[in-house]
């Protein structure tokens, strides 16, 4: 049978000549000799009773048998490839699907992954952002594997286990130059006269915000505009008198390069834990600890 003479080879050394268009290119990438070549494509054309190839001045010309072959040749080495990346695919490391507040997608996280993939497990790995309440649900349905934020309250902890990594507070942010940064002492009262971005009714901070306002007499804000998006919160403060209210993490880095500034309120008391949720019970491997690993590194490197 012809099929059963024709090997990968063949296949491979027919494609690449049609691709650089020259014997001698060709040799080239595929590392033989220019002979080599030219005998390998005669084999070709002795199996199949056909001439594929043709000299062309000083280049070649892919005949019509050829050209025919050549899109099924492509097909089959096309095909091989596949089999050989699934092969791959089934060595490397399990998929690990993160959920992160946005608190620690900009504090912590990207320090971890780097230190993970240091690590070459081949896992590929999906970080996931959004309100608190909504990762943790889907970490309870198994569509996260591991969720990194503030803890949130007993009742929605149901099923699922706490790791304590770090504490990290609430805090009052502006652009530099704002008004409110302007006098000598500041007045809490003048809050009312700005937009302010405040954490969403779902969010975990959102009951903390809201005992702190109200323990200094700011029940009602008339210019609320509620939101969970950083990219949102640091454009909008940037470029208007906004104030954000937001967890210390997302605009720690801001805040150290001078384009944000914290308005100088005491915040302590917002405090609350940051770490690692998982489910009870939930089956762990190897590159899911490696990632909890390196965000236990980060967070204590961090918190020094």
């Given at each position: 049978m012809i099929e059963s003479r024709i090997r990968f080879r063949h296949l491979r050394t027919?494609?690449?000549?049609?691709r650089q268009n020259?014997?001698?290119?060709?040799?080239?990438?595929?590392g033989v000799s220019q002979p080599a070549v030219t005998k390998t494509l005669r084999e070709l054309e002795t199996i199949l009773g056909k001439k594929l190839v043709e000299r062309d001045g000083r280049g070649i010309r892919i005949t019509q048998y050829g050209e025919v072959f050549l899109r099924h040749a492509g097909a089959s080495v096309a095909a091989l490839q596949q089999g050989v990346d699934g092969l791959s695919r089934i060595d490397a490391g399990p998929p690990l699907n993160i959920g992160a507040l946005p608190t620690v997608s900009a504090h912590i996280m990207p320090a971890a992954v780097q230190a993970f993939l240091a690590e070459k497990t081949d896992s590929p790995i999906k970080i996931v952002t959004g309100e608190n309440r909504v990762l943790l649900d889907h970490l309870r349905m198994g569509r996260l594997d591991l969720v990194i934020g503030r803890l949130a309250a007993a009742e929605q902890m149901h099923g699922l286990s706490f790791e304590y990594l770090y504490s990290e507070q609430v805090r009052f942010?502006?652009?530099?130059?704002?008004?409110?940064?302007?006098?000598?002492?500041f007045d809490?009262?003048?809050?009312?006269?700005?937009?302010?971005?405040m954490p969403t009714r779902e969010s975990v901070i959102r009951p903390f915000v809201d005992r702190?306002?109200?323990?200094?007499?700011?029940?009602?804000?008339?210019?609320?505009?509620?939101?969970?998006?950083?990219?949102f919160g640091q454009a909008f403060v940037e470029q208007t008198d906004a104030v954000w209210v937001i967890s210390d993490g997302v605009v720690a880095r801001d805040v150290r390069a001078g384009r944000l500034r914290?308005?100088?309120?005491?915040?302590?008391?917002?405090?609350?834990?940051?770490?690692?949720?998982?489910?009870?019970?939930?089956?762990?491997?190897?590159?899911?600890e490696i990632l909890s690993q390196a965000l236990r590194a980060v967070a204590r490197r961090l918190a020094r």
């Open positions: 027919l494609i690449e000549t049609a020259s014997v001698g290119k060709a040799a080239d990438v595929l942010v502006v652009r530099d130059g704002h008004p409110l940064l302007a006098r000598p002492r809490f009262s003048r809050l009312r006269d700005f937009p302010i971005l702190y306002l109200l323990s200094h007499g700011m029940a009602e804000l008339p210019h609320t505009i509620e939101t969970v998006s950083d990219s914290l308005l100088p309120l005491d915040t302590a008391e917002t405090r609350g834990a940051v770490g690692l949720t998982r489910r009870e019970g939930a089956q762990t491997n190897a590159s899911l």
